[in-house]
């Protein structure tokens, strides 16, 4: 799971890789800081979002736009037949083509099913601006699949 975050944040496996170590490696430094009071998960959660975006704010190439992923004729995902494999790789295209904040808070939210309230824990922001990020970030991502995919969201979309 903390690999998951920040992955998803940092959007290169070695970058990853590394922030996930800094991660463990602060969670058992600052283990009597846990209070035992909410989840462990959560903050966990917490300790490899902010870690990571710390990371990513380091750093000065925070990831291809949508632009440059299709001038870069990296969009071979318009094929109408698309296998769940493929429907995967597409949905991990589209999350790599938002902001690093966003695509970690619709991880948290849809893939690893964490409620708002944990969200506005992990990642200091308030509630309103989580659920405002997490609109923003669903409506650009159906824009992304939509262009990427044309006909074959509706499809999936249906089949549902």
Same mark, same amino acid.
């Given at each position: 799971? #903390?690999?998951? $975050?920040?992955?998803? $944040?940092? %959007?290169?496996?070695?970058?990853? +890789?590394?922030?996930?170590?800094?991660?463990?490696?602060?969670?058992?430094? %600052?283990?009597? +800081?846990?209070?035992?009071?909410?989840?462990?998960?959560?903050?966990?959660?917490? /300790?490899?979002?902010?870690?990571? /975006?710390?990371?990513?704010?380091?750093?000065? @190439?925070?990831?291809?736009?949508?632009?440059?992923?299709? +001038?870069?004729?990296?969009?071979?995902?318009? +094929?109408?037949?698309?296998?769940?494999?493929? !429907?995967? *790789?597409?949905?991990? &295209?589209?999350?790599?083509?938002?902001?690093?904040? @966003?695509?970690?808070?619709?991880?948290?939210?849809?893939?690893?099913?964490?409620? #708002?309230?944990? /969200?506005?824990? #992990?990642?200091?922001?308030?509630?309103?601006?989580? *659920?405002? !990020?997490? &609109?923003?970030?669903? *409506? *650009?991502? &159906?824009?992304?699949?939509?262009?990427?995919?044309? @006909?074959?969201?509706?499809?999936? &979309?249906?089949?549902?």
């Amino acid at each position: 799971m #903390v690999h998951t $975050v920040t992955s998803r $944040v940092m %959007r290169n496996a070695m970058d990853a +890789e590394e922030v996930t170590q800094d991660v463990f490696v602060k969670a058992f430094q %600052r283990l009597q +800081e846990f209070e035992g009071t909410g989840k462990f998960s959560t903050w966990l959660y917490s /300790i490899a979002y902010r870690t990571a /975006i710390s990371a990513i704010r380091g750093r000065k @190439d925070p990831g291809a736009s949508l632009d440059e992923l299709k +001038e870069s004729g990296t969009e071979p995902y318009a +094929e109408h037949d698309a296998s769940l494999a493929d !429907r995967r *790789k597409i949905l991990e &295209h589209a999350l790599a083509t938002l902001a690093p904040e @966003d695509a970690a808070i619709l991880t948290m939210f849809h893939l690893e099913e964490m409620s #708002v309230e944990e /969200i506005v824990t #992990v990642t200091g922001l308030g509630a309103s601006n989580v *659920k405002v !990020r997490l &609109h923003r970030g669903r *409506k *650009k991502l &159906h824009e992304i699949l939509r262009l990427q995919l044309k @006909d074959e969201l509706w499809t999936m &979309h249906t089949n549902e």
